[in-house]
Protein backbone atom coordinates (compact mmCIF):
# COMPACT_ATOMS: atom_id res chain seq x y z
CA UNK A 1 0.00 0.00 0.00
CA UNK A 2 3.03 2.56 1.05
CA UNK A 3 4.70 1.83 -2.66
CA UNK A 4 1.56 2.55 -4.17
CA UNK A 5 0.81 5.85 -2.00
CA UNK A 6 3.95 6.91 -3.33
CA UNK A 7 2.95 6.11 -6.87
CA UNK A 8 -0.14 8.19 -6.56
CA UNK A 9 1.87 10.97 -5.07
CA UNK A 10 4.31 11.29 -7.44
CA UNK A 11 1.60 10.97 -9.80
CA UNK A 12 0.01 14.30 -8.52
CA UNK A 13 3.24 15.88 -8.39
CA UNK A 14 3.75 15.89 -11.78
CA UNK A 15 0.28 17.19 -12.26
CA UNK A 16 0.21 20.32 -10.31
CA UNK A 17 4.00 20.96 -10.82
CA UNK A 18 3.07 22.87 -14.28
CA UNK A 19 0.46 24.88 -12.60
CA UNK A 20 3.04 25.85 -9.66
CA UNK A 21 5.82 26.85 -12.27
CA UNK A 22 3.28 28.71 -14.40
CA UNK A 23 2.16 30.85 -11.06
CA UNK A 24 5.95 31.14 -9.97
CA UNK A 25 6.76 32.84 -13.63
CA UNK A 26 3.76 35.07 -13.47
CA UNK A 27 4.83 36.27 -9.94
CA UNK A 28 8.59 37.29 -10.84
CA UNK A 29 7.54 38.77 -14.15
CA UNK A 30 4.11 40.73 -14.72
CA UNK A 31 2.99 40.19 -11.40
CA UNK A 32 4.50 39.92 -8.39
CA UNK A 33 3.19 38.24 -5.68
CA UNK A 34 3.16 39.52 -2.06
CA UNK A 35 5.17 37.38 -0.10
CA UNK A 36 2.59 35.48 2.17
CA UNK A 37 0.31 35.01 -0.69
CA UNK A 38 3.41 33.52 -2.18
CA UNK A 39 3.92 31.10 0.89
CA UNK A 40 0.38 30.16 1.06
CA UNK A 41 0.30 29.10 -2.44
CA UNK A 42 3.17 27.26 -2.37
CA UNK A 43 2.08 25.80 0.92
CA UNK A 44 -1.02 24.84 -0.58
CA UNK A 45 0.54 22.83 -3.62
CA UNK A 46 2.40 20.95 -0.92
CA UNK A 47 -0.77 19.75 0.23
CA UNK A 48 -2.50 19.53 -3.11
CA UNK A 49 0.10 17.12 -4.30
CA UNK A 50 -0.53 14.67 -1.05
CA UNK A 51 -3.93 15.18 -0.61
CA UNK A 52 -4.45 14.25 -4.35
CA UNK A 53 -2.68 10.67 -3.67
CA UNK A 54 -4.06 9.86 -0.88
CA UNK A 55 -7.81 10.56 -2.50
CA UNK A 56 -6.54 8.57 -5.88
CA UNK A 57 -5.70 5.40 -3.20
CA UNK A 58 -8.99 5.83 -1.52
CA UNK A 59 -10.94 6.37 -4.88
CA UNK A 60 -9.03 2.74 -6.02
CA UNK A 61 -9.82 0.91 -2.47
CA UNK A 62 -12.69 2.52 -1.58
CA UNK A 63 -14.84 4.36 -3.75
CA UNK A 64 -14.89 2.63 -6.99
CA UNK A 65 -15.44 -0.62 -5.54
CA UNK A 66 -18.22 0.74 -3.36
CA UNK A 67 -19.94 2.60 -6.50
CA UNK A 68 -19.41 -0.93 -8.67
CA UNK A 69 -20.79 -3.46 -5.77
CA UNK A 70 -24.34 -1.49 -5.40
CA UNK A 71 -24.23 -1.34 -9.64
CA UNK A 72 -24.43 -4.84 -9.88
CA UNK A 73 -26.01 -5.57 -6.86
CA UNK A 74 -29.21 -4.04 -7.51
CA UNK A 75 -29.11 -4.39 -11.43
CA UNK A 76 -28.95 -8.44 -10.07
CA UNK A 77 -32.66 -7.89 -9.32
CA UNK A 78 -33.92 -7.05 -12.33
CA UNK A 79 -36.82 -4.74 -10.71
CA UNK A 80 -36.66 -1.61 -12.75
CA UNK A 81 -38.42 0.60 -10.28
CA UNK A 82 -35.72 -0.54 -7.38
CA UNK A 83 -32.65 -0.02 -9.79
CA UNK A 84 -34.77 3.42 -10.36
CA UNK A 85 -35.08 4.17 -6.59
CA UNK A 86 -31.61 3.12 -5.31
CA UNK A 87 -30.12 5.12 -8.22
CA UNK A 88 -32.05 8.35 -7.30
CA UNK A 89 -31.58 8.10 -3.47
CA UNK A 90 -27.93 7.32 -3.69
CA UNK A 91 -27.62 10.34 -6.77
CA UNK A 92 -28.92 12.73 -3.74
CA UNK A 93 -26.48 11.39 -1.18
CA UNK A 94 -23.95 11.72 -3.26
CA UNK A 95 -24.88 15.25 -4.23
CA UNK A 96 -25.16 16.74 -0.93
CA UNK A 97 -21.77 14.76 0.63
CA UNK A 98 -19.94 17.03 -2.47
CA UNK A 99 -17.98 19.71 -1.11
CA UNK A 100 -18.08 22.06 -3.64
CA UNK A 101 -22.02 22.10 -3.34
CA UNK A 102 -21.58 24.03 -0.23
CA UNK A 103 -19.34 26.06 -1.93
CA UNK A 104 -21.64 27.38 -4.65
CA UNK A 105 -24.68 27.38 -2.46
CA UNK A 106 -22.58 29.72 0.25
CA UNK A 107 -21.63 32.25 -2.49
CA UNK A 108 -25.65 32.55 -3.61
CA UNK A 109 -26.90 34.51 -1.09
CA UNK A 110 -30.35 35.58 -2.60
CA UNK A 111 -31.51 31.60 -2.76
CA UNK A 112 -31.66 29.95 0.69
CA UNK A 113 -28.87 27.42 0.77
CA UNK A 114 -31.20 24.07 1.77
CA UNK A 115 -33.17 25.22 -1.20
CA UNK A 116 -30.61 25.45 -3.68
CA UNK A 117 -28.76 22.33 -2.68
CA UNK A 118 -31.57 20.37 -2.67
CA UNK A 119 -32.64 21.55 -6.07
CA UNK A 120 -29.34 20.31 -7.25
CA UNK A 121 -29.68 16.82 -5.13
CA UNK A 122 -32.73 16.49 -6.79
CA UNK A 123 -31.26 17.20 -10.30
CA UNK A 124 -28.91 14.77 -10.04
CA UNK A 125 -30.73 11.87 -8.65
CA UNK A 126 -33.86 12.00 -11.22
CA UNK A 127 -30.66 11.72 -13.66
CA UNK A 128 -28.96 9.01 -12.30
CA UNK A 129 -31.79 7.18 -11.62
CA UNK A 130 -32.88 7.95 -15.50
CA UNK A 131 -28.94 6.93 -16.73
CA UNK A 132 -29.37 3.59 -14.98
CA UNK A 133 -32.67 3.08 -16.43
CA UNK A 134 -30.92 4.08 -19.75
CA UNK A 135 -28.70 1.13 -19.70
CA UNK A 136 -30.69 -1.37 -18.59
CA UNK A 137 -33.31 -0.53 -21.46
CA UNK A 138 -30.72 0.10 -23.83
CA UNK A 139 -32.40 3.66 -24.92
CA UNK A 140 -29.88 6.00 -26.91
CA UNK A 141 -27.84 8.53 -24.88
CA UNK A 142 -27.97 10.24 -28.01
CA UNK A 143 -31.94 10.67 -27.75
CA UNK A 144 -32.30 11.51 -24.54
CA UNK A 145 -29.71 14.36 -24.80
CA UNK A 146 -31.44 15.94 -27.90
CA UNK A 147 -34.54 15.66 -25.53
CA UNK A 148 -33.00 17.50 -22.70
CA UNK A 149 -31.01 20.34 -23.93
CA UNK A 150 -33.02 22.20 -26.07
CA UNK A 151 -35.76 21.83 -22.92
CA UNK A 152 -33.07 23.38 -21.03
CA UNK A 153 -32.32 26.39 -24.13
CA UNK A 154 -36.29 26.88 -23.69
CA UNK A 155 -36.00 27.29 -20.01
CA UNK A 156 -33.14 29.58 -20.67
CA UNK A 157 -35.17 32.33 -21.97
CA UNK A 158 -37.63 32.19 -19.37
CA UNK A 159 -35.85 32.93 -16.44
CA UNK A 160 -33.46 36.04 -15.12
CA UNK A 161 -30.35 36.22 -16.60
CA UNK A 162 -28.57 35.35 -13.32
CA UNK A 163 -29.54 31.98 -13.48
CA UNK A 164 -28.50 30.72 -16.17
CA UNK A 165 -25.16 31.08 -14.94
CA UNK A 166 -26.00 29.63 -11.81
CA UNK A 167 -27.70 26.73 -13.64
CA UNK A 168 -24.65 25.92 -15.81
CA UNK A 169 -22.34 26.20 -12.99
CA UNK A 170 -24.18 23.52 -10.90
CA UNK A 171 -23.46 21.23 -13.71
CA UNK A 172 -20.54 21.33 -12.06
CA UNK A 173 -21.59 19.60 -8.62
CA UNK A 174 -21.84 15.98 -11.30
CA UNK A 175 -18.20 16.50 -11.81
CA UNK A 176 -16.76 17.10 -8.31
CA UNK A 177 -14.25 14.61 -6.69
CA UNK A 178 -17.14 12.78 -4.77
CA UNK A 179 -19.61 12.32 -7.28
CA UNK A 180 -17.34 11.38 -10.19
CA UNK A 181 -15.93 8.12 -9.04
CA UNK A 182 -19.53 6.85 -7.90
CA UNK A 183 -21.38 7.30 -10.54
CA UNK A 184 -18.75 6.11 -13.11
CA UNK A 185 -18.72 3.14 -11.11
CA UNK A 186 -22.53 2.39 -10.59
CA UNK A 187 -22.23 2.36 -14.59
CA UNK A 188 -19.61 -0.01 -14.68
CA UNK A 189 -21.86 -2.08 -12.38
CA UNK A 190 -24.96 -2.05 -13.94
CA UNK A 191 -23.30 -2.38 -17.36
CA UNK A 192 -21.40 -5.45 -16.07
CA UNK A 193 -24.44 -7.84 -15.01
CA UNK A 194 -26.26 -6.97 -18.54
CA UNK A 195 -23.22 -8.46 -20.13
CA UNK A 196 -23.98 -7.86 -23.62
CA UNK A 197 -21.26 -6.58 -26.53
CA UNK A 198 -22.55 -2.92 -26.33
CA UNK A 199 -23.11 -2.79 -21.97
CA UNK A 200 -19.57 -1.13 -21.38
CA UNK A 201 -20.53 1.05 -24.27
CA UNK A 202 -23.28 2.29 -22.49
CA UNK A 203 -22.06 2.48 -19.02
CA UNK A 204 -20.47 5.74 -20.37
CA UNK A 205 -22.44 8.60 -20.40
CA UNK A 206 -23.86 9.05 -17.00
CA UNK A 207 -21.86 11.93 -15.91
CA UNK A 208 -22.94 13.57 -18.95
CA UNK A 209 -26.83 12.77 -17.99
CA UNK A 210 -25.97 13.98 -14.04
CA UNK A 211 -24.55 17.04 -15.23
CA UNK A 212 -27.82 18.14 -16.86
CA UNK A 213 -30.07 17.38 -14.15
CA UNK A 214 -28.70 20.28 -11.87
CA UNK A 215 -28.66 22.49 -15.15
CA UNK A 216 -32.68 21.81 -15.98
CA UNK A 217 -33.50 21.83 -11.84
CA UNK A 218 -32.00 25.19 -11.37
CA UNK A 219 -33.33 26.54 -14.60
CA UNK A 220 -37.20 25.06 -13.11
CA UNK A 221 -36.42 26.89 -9.67
CA UNK A 222 -35.95 29.91 -11.43
CA UNK A 223 -38.95 29.76 -12.99
CA UNK A 224 -41.38 28.95 -9.70
CA UNK A 225 -39.07 30.67 -7.04
CA UNK A 226 -37.98 33.17 -9.02
CA UNK A 227 -36.04 35.73 -6.58
CA UNK A 228 -35.04 39.63 -7.73
CA UNK A 229 -31.55 38.25 -8.48
CA UNK A 230 -29.14 35.06 -7.95
CA UNK A 231 -26.28 36.78 -7.64
CA UNK A 232 -23.02 35.71 -6.38
CA UNK A 233 -21.42 36.57 -2.75
CA UNK A 234 -17.82 38.11 -2.69
CA UNK A 235 -14.55 35.70 -1.89
CA UNK A 236 -13.32 36.65 1.69
CA UNK A 237 -9.25 36.09 1.28
CA UNK A 238 -7.16 35.41 4.66
CA UNK A 239 -4.49 38.78 4.57
CA UNK A 240 -1.45 37.17 5.87
CA UNK A 241 2.02 38.92 6.42
CA UNK A 242 4.34 36.88 7.50
CA UNK A 243 5.01 32.69 7.86
CA UNK A 244 3.12 32.73 11.04
CA UNK A 245 0.36 34.35 9.84
CA UNK A 246 0.51 31.93 6.99
CA UNK A 247 1.18 28.43 9.11
CA UNK A 248 -2.07 30.85 11.11
CA UNK A 249 -4.37 30.38 8.35
CA UNK A 250 -3.78 26.33 7.12
CA UNK A 251 -3.88 25.33 11.59
CA UNK A 252 -7.93 27.03 11.06
CA UNK A 253 -8.13 25.90 7.35
CA UNK A 254 -7.56 21.97 8.01
CA UNK A 255 -9.91 21.14 10.48
CA UNK A 256 -12.31 23.32 8.97
CA UNK A 257 -12.27 20.87 5.61
CA UNK A 258 -11.99 18.07 8.29
CA UNK A 259 -15.50 18.90 9.48
CA UNK A 260 -16.97 19.32 5.89
CA UNK A 261 -15.43 16.23 4.55
CA UNK A 262 -16.34 13.89 7.56
CA UNK A 263 -19.98 15.42 6.93
CA UNK A 264 -20.02 14.92 3.04
CA UNK A 265 -18.70 11.34 3.42
CA UNK A 266 -21.27 10.38 6.48
CA UNK A 267 -24.15 10.05 4.04
CA UNK A 268 -22.14 7.68 1.63
CA UNK A 269 -21.15 5.52 4.27
CA UNK A 270 -24.76 5.21 6.22
CA UNK A 271 -26.26 4.27 2.66
CA UNK A 272 -23.08 1.76 2.12
CA UNK A 273 -23.77 0.34 5.41
CA UNK A 274 -27.93 0.15 4.98
CA UNK A 275 -26.92 -1.67 1.20
CA UNK A 276 -24.42 -3.77 2.72
CA UNK A 277 -27.06 -5.03 5.54
CA UNK A 278 -29.66 -5.59 2.86
CA UNK A 279 -27.67 -7.10 -0.17
CA UNK A 280 -24.63 -8.40 2.02
CA UNK A 281 -22.16 -7.54 -1.26
CA UNK A 282 -19.08 -7.70 0.33
CA UNK A 283 -17.32 -9.98 2.72
CA UNK A 284 -15.53 -9.13 5.59
CA UNK A 285 -11.93 -8.47 4.45
CA UNK A 286 -13.35 -6.68 1.60
CA UNK A 287 -15.48 -4.39 4.04
CA UNK A 288 -12.05 -3.74 5.97
CA UNK A 289 -9.91 -2.80 3.11
CA UNK A 290 -13.29 -0.42 2.01
CA UNK A 291 -12.92 1.21 5.66
CA UNK A 292 -9.09 1.47 5.10
CA UNK A 293 -9.85 3.05 1.72
CA UNK A 294 -12.44 5.58 3.24
CA UNK A 295 -9.98 6.64 5.76
CA UNK A 296 -7.64 7.46 3.10
CA UNK A 297 -9.97 9.43 0.51
CA UNK A 298 -11.20 11.78 3.88
CA UNK A 299 -7.50 12.33 4.33
CA UNK A 300 -7.08 12.89 0.62
CA UNK A 301 -10.21 15.69 0.26
CA UNK A 302 -9.17 17.29 3.45
CA UNK A 303 -5.82 18.11 2.50
CA UNK A 304 -6.56 18.95 -1.36
CA UNK A 305 -9.55 21.37 -0.21
CA UNK A 306 -7.19 23.01 2.46
CA UNK A 307 -4.75 23.72 -0.17
CA UNK A 308 -6.90 24.71 -2.77
CA UNK A 309 -9.41 27.19 -0.82
CA UNK A 310 -6.83 28.72 1.73
CA UNK A 311 -3.22 28.19 -0.65
CA UNK A 312 -4.48 28.67 -4.27
CA UNK A 313 -7.25 30.83 -3.90
CA UNK A 314 -5.62 33.83 -3.00
CA UNK A 315 -3.11 33.58 -5.48
CA UNK A 316 -5.43 32.67 -8.10
CA UNK A 317 -7.44 36.02 -6.82
CA UNK A 318 -4.40 38.14 -6.75
CA UNK A 319 -2.93 37.21 -10.15
CA UNK A 320 -6.72 37.60 -11.77
CA UNK A 321 -6.71 41.36 -10.33
CA UNK A 322 -3.40 41.92 -11.64
CA UNK A 323 -3.68 40.56 -15.27
CA UNK A 324 -6.69 42.29 -15.48
CA UNK A 325 -5.93 45.62 -14.79
CA UNK A 326 -2.89 45.95 -16.60
CA UNK A 327 -2.01 43.25 -18.76
CA UNK A 328 -5.85 42.43 -20.04
CA UNK A 329 -3.96 40.85 -23.78
CA UNK A 330 -1.92 38.65 -21.47
CA UNK A 331 -5.43 37.33 -19.77
CA UNK A 332 -6.31 35.03 -23.31
CA UNK A 333 -2.98 33.25 -23.71
CA UNK A 334 -2.73 33.05 -19.85
CA UNK A 335 -6.25 31.62 -19.63
CA UNK A 336 -5.75 28.80 -22.36
CA UNK A 337 -2.35 27.46 -20.62
CA UNK A 338 -4.00 27.36 -17.17
CA UNK A 339 -6.85 26.00 -18.00
CA UNK A 340 -4.53 23.28 -19.79
CA UNK A 341 -3.07 23.11 -16.87
CA UNK A 342 -5.29 22.96 -14.04
CA UNK A 343 -7.63 20.08 -15.27
CA UNK A 344 -4.70 17.62 -14.65
CA UNK A 345 -4.87 18.78 -11.23
CA UNK A 346 -9.05 17.91 -10.72
CA UNK A 347 -8.97 14.80 -8.79
CA UNK A 348 -11.76 13.38 -10.29
CA UNK A 349 -10.26 13.45 -13.84
CA UNK A 350 -7.94 11.25 -12.57
CA UNK A 351 -10.58 8.84 -11.81
CA UNK A 352 -12.16 9.18 -15.64
CA UNK A 353 -8.95 9.12 -17.52
CA UNK A 354 -8.37 5.70 -15.19
CA UNK A 355 -11.60 3.91 -16.02
CA UNK A 356 -12.05 4.86 -19.46
CA UNK A 357 -8.86 3.36 -20.32
CA UNK A 358 -9.92 0.32 -18.51
CA UNK A 359 -12.92 -0.25 -19.49
CA UNK A 360 -11.65 0.60 -23.25
CA UNK A 361 -8.45 -1.98 -22.54
CA UNK A 362 -6.72 0.50 -23.12
CA UNK A 363 -7.96 1.60 -26.63
CA UNK A 364 -8.34 5.46 -25.09
CA UNK A 365 -5.17 5.74 -23.19
CA UNK A 366 -5.20 8.49 -20.24
CA UNK A 367 -2.13 10.42 -22.10
CA UNK A 368 -5.09 10.70 -24.92
CA UNK A 369 -8.11 11.57 -22.52
CA UNK A 370 -5.70 14.31 -20.47
CA UNK A 371 -4.97 15.65 -24.19
CA UNK A 372 -8.25 16.29 -25.18
CA UNK A 373 -9.95 17.16 -21.81
CA UNK A 374 -6.73 19.84 -21.45
CA UNK A 375 -7.74 21.50 -24.85
CA UNK A 376 -11.29 21.43 -24.11
CA UNK A 377 -11.01 23.45 -20.95
CA UNK A 378 -8.06 25.56 -22.16
CA UNK A 379 -10.08 26.97 -25.16
CA UNK A 380 -13.19 27.09 -22.93
CA UNK A 381 -11.29 29.51 -20.41
CA UNK A 382 -10.32 31.37 -24.10
CA UNK A 383 -13.52 32.00 -24.79
CA UNK A 384 -14.51 32.95 -20.87
CA UNK A 385 -11.74 35.44 -21.18
CA UNK A 386 -13.42 36.91 -24.38
Do not use: W
Not at 331 to 340: A, D, E, K, W
Amino acid sequence: MNKILKEKILEALSSVLPITIIVLLLSISVAPMPTGTLLLFLTGAALLIVGMGFFSLGADVAMIPIGEGMGAAITKTRKLFIIILVGFLFGCAITVAEPGLQVLAGQVPSIPNMVLILTIALGVGIFLALAMARIILRISLAHILLVVYPVIFILSQLVPADFIGLAFDSGSIATGAITVPFILAIGVGVASVRGDKGAFDDSFGLVAMCVAGPVLAVLLLGVFYNPTAAEFGSVVLPVVATSQDVAKAFALGLPLYLKEVVLALSPIIIFFLIFQLIFRRFTRRQLLKISVGLVYTLIGLMLFLTGVNVGFLPAGHFLASELASNFKMLLIPLGFIIGYFIVIVEPSVHVLVNEVETITSGAVSQKAMKAGLSIGIGLSVCISMV
